[in-house]
């Protein structure tokens, strides 16, 4: 059983790599396409759905959404009804974007499932899933302190 968390592990790992190199050439770097993906496909969302959507603290997502605005790829727009909260929507750059990322994801999808027959490929695809629901429980209740029992 150890060996899941290894495989997921190595593959998110080499995903990550590939993309880096890959966006280099157009600033982005350490997974901030990913943002820029969700922003994208999520026009107006706020900084903390963006973080819970990628599953990442609200100090990591700041900093890389920060970095997005920098590169005029993301503005930040003030609600109308609450002014404290800031919506992100894609630039007309960072929207030109989409395209070549969604290009990126299609092309490592097929390379990842290279070989693998579509009953596979959902049967994989329901297991993640199922595993996914399972440690997210485990990641809310460490965000609210609860420290995990072995």
Not at 43 to 63: F, N, W, Y
Not at 119 to 132: A, Q, V
Request: charged residues 35%; positive net charge.
């Amino acid at each position: 059983m150890k060996e899941i968390l290894r495989e997921i592990g190595m593959i998110s790992r080499c995903c990550a790599t590939i993309s880096d190199i890959e966006f280099k050439e157009i600033n982005l770097s350490k997974g901030q396409y990913l943002y820029l993906v969700r922003i994208y496909e999520n026009p107006g969302i706020i900084q903390d759905k963006v973080a819970s959507l990628l599953k990442v603290d609200r100090s990591t997502a700041a900093k890389s959404i920060k970095k997005l605005v920098e590169h005029g790829l993301v503005k930040k727009e003030k609600d109308e009804h609450n002014k404290k909260e800031l919506k992100l929507y894609c630039t007309e750059k960072g929207a030109e974007l989409y395209p070549f990322l969604q290009r990126e994801e299609e092309y490592s999808t097929e390379v990842i499932t290279e070989n693998i027959t579509q009953d596979e490929i959902e049967t994989t695809l329901k297991t993640l899933y199922k595993m996914r629901i399972n440690i997210e429980k485990e990641w809310e209740n460490m965000k609210k302190g609860i420290i995990r029992r072995y």
